[in-house]
């Protein structure tokens, strides 16, 4: 019984509810009819106004190298969203600038400064390494040394060679970088990286729920993203603002040498001196690692000759704590 | 000859039927696929770290499951094409069965690499943004061409038998209908004939190429980076031969089953065992013959990379695996295979179930242990990181996809004769053409 009452009262309610909606719907549409005809007059005052020239001429260079002039009136300044921005000139780099760095293995100590520095800036676990201190052993008798081993930079990448999207690319001024909003977690690069530079995100990253409004940096790779490469950058965000690389400035003992290729000029990261790059090669026999592959490294290395400290063998310490 | 030409269809159309057994089987796949999904959405939630995979072996048993799926796959253009193109005709009553675990091994050959993708949402990257300069590109381009083809290879042969079909098979309704628009109006003129053989060839030609391809590209995503173990220039060969063995161990186990439960020993006889047996011989001696170049010319060098590698497959802890490969694999099907009585069905049949572990075994020798001493140390790192031990959720995410081959390949089994019916009436005429002179 009740049921047959049911669709009856339910149509009742719908006409009562129709012709709510209807004049609801009346009111807005005068309504936003006045607000939007009030705010045209207005508009459109303004507009006059501002066709009014303020006889100041400004010069402009178009970002095609033409000149143009306008009335200073009508010059506002252009913004490019920040997630399009760190994109665009991450990708495009610094003109006019090849980085390199050298590394003094005579002065490691393994003191790992560095990789809190690079860790602490990058947002990474503390097994997650862009740059990681290496007990080295060639041979038998040959002696034992540490080896910072940062991204080595290729000027002939294998990562970028075999990257199926583009993902991970190398910059005219020398960083190879990572863009975790393309990257779609194949790990070619892993596999093909022949120094074991590169890392990957295998669970959710440490800091992702601090880092989630953050705007994506290539440049620095944060926030990190979940199934995606995160690397080595050369600290680009640091370059950008004219500083030196997280891990050279942090180091307590010297190691690091920084600089430009094309003003053949390092800058040590302790000491603050610069010296020429070549001379410094030249002087201490610098070398890179595993040239033979043909990957032209960026990061040079002086031998371990003269060592500043006794070498203890990080390893062994590790397993023992 | 009415007569025999009836016989062939009824015979063959016969397995034509869902029965109770094929629905507690197909229930039973399905239930264990839905389990082992669920292990995949575990993955999707986390993080590809539920596998074992961490920075140095960051390629475990996916890809070591996608090399072997695609080999499997290449099966069907040495049956169909290779040995179809040099006259061989005892394969005919297997073409089918070889083109139908083709198609479903390059088919979710696509699906396994997905699951081996961190970010699998943006897999439409690959055609956004695709660089051809990566060998993966490569891999997606051919192996997409090869699941096209061999469903085309399935399919045309089908259509003349479709049409029996639809005559023949009264239930279940929905099939008749499938069969019905299927068959494309087919009614056996001689120019609809011309049309399909000349299509076939095309195809059959144009599938070398293809196959060769697929393997040979992602023999090429290992050797195409400077890692000791994988950067040989005889990878590509050395795949594909491997593959021929996977292919015909798979042949080989799908024969017996269909022979026993359709009962077809009629058309599949032990004379086609005997036949697949010097087949497999033959591939296996031709791996074997990659194999000594693979690893005997480093070893005789001993690069002190190679050195290393070798010591670990050959004496440290993946020798036990490598050893399984390699004998079960290669060596004891050659030797065993000579006796004729090796030769008979079910020793067989135990023959190829183990070369098919061995080369799933196999897949993993490759691609693991190179990861697992890379040139530089590997360091200050959790222990886990230096030795790759799959996990139960990988392991159930790599059952799945055998899930799915076994799936396709049921489903095809049960809706279409896995015998191509034309050819054996063809070739029941002849006999009895032959029989009174």
Not at chain 2, 80 to 92: C, D, E, F, N, Q
Not at chain 2, 284 to 303: A, R
Not at chain 2, 366 to 393: A, N
């Amino acid at each position: 019984m009740e049921e047959k009452h049911k669709p009856q009262e339910d149509h009742h309610e719908q006409d009562k509810k129709q012709s709510r909606r209807k004049f609801i719907r009346d009111v807005s549409i005068i309504a936003g009819g006045a607000v939007a005809g009030g705010a045209a007059m207005y508009a459109g005052m303004h507009y006059e106004d501002s066709k009014l020239p303020s006889g100041e001429r400004l010069k402009l260079l178009a970002a095609d190298g033409k000149l143009l002039e306008v009335d200073a009136h009508h010059v506002a300044e252009a913004h490019l969203p920040e997630s399009e921005l760190f994109i665009e000139q991450g990708r495009e780099g610094l003109p006019g600038h090849k980085w390199v760095m050298v590394v003094d293995l005579a002065k490691c100590r393994n003191a790992r400064k560095c990789i809190d520095a690079c860790q602490s800036a990058h947002h990474l676990r503390p097994e997650q390494y862009h740059i990681n201190t290496l007990q080295m052993k060639e041979s038998k008798n040959t002696a034992p040394y540490n080896m910072p081993k940062p991204c080595q930079h290729c000027d002939n990448p294998p990562c970028v060679s075999v990257c199926p999207v583009d993902a991970t690319f190398k910059r005219g001024d020398g960083p190879v970088l990572i863009d975790n909003e393309r990257c779609i977690g194949c790990r070619f690069c892993i596999a093909a990286c022949p120094y074991s530079a590169r890392v990957f995100q295998w669970f959710e990253p440490p800091m992702a729920d601090e880092d989630k409004d953050l705007t994506y940096n290539v440049e620095l790779n944060v926030p990190q993203k979940k199934g995606t490469i995160t690397k080595c950058l050369f600290s680009a965000d640091r370059l950008r603002e004219g500083k030196l690389p997280y891990c050279v400035s942090a180091c307590p003992n010297g190691v690091y040498w920084f600089g430009d290729e094309m003003e053949d000029a390092v800058t040590n990261g302790t000491t603050k001196e610069t010296v020429k790059f070549s001379d410094l090669l030249e002087q201490n026999a610098g070398y890179q690692l595993m040239p033979e592959l043909g990957t032209k490294p960026r990061v040079y290395y002086l031998p371990p000759k003269n060592r500043l400290f006794p070498f203890e063998d990080g390893n062994q310490e590790e397993q023992k704590g | 000859m009415q007569n025999s030409y009836d016989q062939v269809a009824s015979d063959l159309f016969r397995p034509v039927r869902v029965n109770k057994g094929h629905i507690i089987w197909m229930g039973f796949l399905t239930v264990a696929l839905f389990l082992c999904l669920y292990a995949y959405s575990i993955q999707l939630r986390t993080g590809l770290g539920v596998a074992g995979i961490r920075d140095y072996v960051s390629w475990g048993m996916y890809i070591a499951n996608f090399v072997f799926f695609v080999a499997s796959s290449l099966i069907g253009m040495l049956m169909s094409a290779v040995l179809g193109l040099i006259g061989m005709k005892w394969i005919r009553p297997l073409t089918r069965i070889a083109e139908i675990i083709a198609l479903a091994f390059a088919a979710v050959a696509g699906l396994v690499i997905i699951s081996d993708m961190g970010r699998p949402e943006r897999l439409p990257y690959l055609f956004l943004h695709g660089r051809i300069q990566s060998p993966i590109l490569w891999d997606v381009t051919v192996v997409t061409t090869y699941v096209l083809i061999s469903a085309l290879l399935l399919y045309l042969p089908l259509i003349p038998d479709l049409a029996i079909g639809k005559k023949i098979l009264t239930k279940p309704k929905f099939l008749v209908k499938v069969y019905e628009i299927l068959s494309v109006k087919w009614r056996g003129t001689s120019a609809q004939w011309e049309i399909i053989h000349r299509s076939m060839r095309i195809l059959l030609i144009l599938i070398i190429p293809v196959a060769l391809a697929i393997h040979t590209v992602t023999s090429w995503l290992f050797a195409s980076t400077p890692r000791v173990g994988w950067n040989s220039t005889i990878f590509g060969p050395y795949f594909v031969s491997g593959a021929f063995v996977a292919g015909i161990a798979s042949v080989i186990i799908a024969m017996y089953f269909f022979r026993k439960n359709y009962k077809l020993e009629k058309y599949i006889t032990e004379m086609h065992f005997d036949n697949m047996a010097r087949l497999l011989v033959l591939v296996s001696l031709v791996y074997l013959y990659f194999n000594i170049n693979e690893f005997l010319v480093p070893g005789y060098k001993l690069e002190q990379g190679d050195a290393i590698h070798l010591q670990d497959i050959f004496v440290g802890h993946n020798a036990a695996l490598f050893w399984f490969a390699q004998l079960f694999g290669i060596i004891i099907p050659i030797v065993l295979l000579l006796f004729k009585q090796m030769r008979k069905p079910f020793p067989m049949l135990i023959l190829a179930i183990l070369i098919f572990f061995a080369s799933w075994i196999k897949r993993y020798i490759i691609v693991v242990p190179t990861q697992e001493h890379p040139f530089l140390p590997i360091q200050h790192v959790p222990s886990s990181f230096l030795i790759y031990k799959p996990t139960l959720i990988e392991t159930a995410i790599t059952i799945a996809s055998f899930l799915l081959v076994l799936i396709i390949i049921t489903v095809l089994s049960k809706l279409f004769p896995v015998i191509p019916v034309w050819e054996m009436q063809e070739e029941a005429e002849l006999k009895e053409k032959g029989g009174q002179p």
